[in-house]
């Protein structure tokens, strides 16, 4: 396995927009992502396929408007790409090791790019298609749900979000994924939809636990279809609420 945590990764040139994401096709699974609305903030999801059983896939949350954080995504981005292709190449990786240098570096390539504190949090996870597991972290982010035969788990923080301190490192767990498993992951967008944020009167958010139910009622055996099932009874419920927030939901299901 490669060590890189003596190597120094710095931030590339700053680009106007990051590279559109084409979800690899997998073995025995399925995943996409849709995003709803006009982007005005910071989500960002991304995904490749880092060896012939390993697909890598990512979702993020820049703190602050889309036309200022350009330039972190896209630093981000090319970090994620190069770094987590050649951290999981290799056939006798140690993945957690591996997700903890990833982040590692993604978090000193955001400090970098935007020259400050730049809170990002972000769930990044590694599928094995032989094995059917995920390597995870999750920076801070919105819970992951992951959905079995057993119930509905949440796959929380593991770590502090990206961007604010330069040796920040995040825990790596493994799970497994059953045949039929899904596993959701929502930006906080959708979570805190129908929040009044002005705060001139209350107003109820749409919630994780709202997400879990969805999450529970859906069957569909595609991915693209679960995001859009949940996605679609989200904008339901903020009908009428002005749009806030990026409003984003990802999802990986195991179908053999």
Do not use: W
Request: with cysteine; glycine share 10%; proline share 5%.
């Amino acid at each position: 396995m490669h060590s890189l945590f003596h190597s120094r990764v710095t931030a590339p040139p700053l680009k106007a927009e990051p590279v559109p994401t084409v979800f690899p096709k997998i073995e025995g699974a399925d995943i996409a992502a849709v995003f709803v609305g006009k982007r005005i903030a910071g989500d960002f999801y991304d995904s490749i396929r880092a060896s012939p059983q390993r697909v890598l896939f990512g979702l993020l949350d820049v703190a602050g408007r889309r036309e200022d954080n350009r330039g972190i995504l896209t630093a981000a981005q090319e970090i994620f790409r190069n770094l987590g292709a050649e951290l999981f190449s290799g056939s006798d990786v140690n993945e957690s090791d591996a997700m903890t240098q990833l982040c590692l570096h993604l978090n000193r390539g955001i400090i970098e790019a935007s020259s400050e504190v730049h809170s990002c949090p972000a769930f990044i996870g590694c599928y094995h298609e032989a094995f059917g597991t995920l390597c995870y972290t999750n920076a801070g982010h919105t819970p992951a749900l992951l959905r079995d035969s057993s119930g509905i788990a949440e796959l929380g923080s593991t770590g502090l979000p990206l961007g604010l301190f330069s040796h920040a490192t995040c825990d790596a767990p493994i799970v497994g994924l059953e045949k039929g498993a899904a596993l959701l992951l929502v930006s906080r967008g959708v979570v805190e939809c129908g929040a009044n944020h002005d705060k001139s009167a209350s107003a109820e958010e749409f919630g994780l636990e709202r997400a879990k139910q969805l999450l529970l009622e859906a069957r569909p055996n595609r991915a693209q279809e679960l995001c859009t099932f949940v996605l679609d009874a989200n904008g339901k419920f903020g009908a009428g609420v002005p749009l806030c927030d990026d409003r984003t939901a990802l999802a990986l299901i195991r179908t053999s």
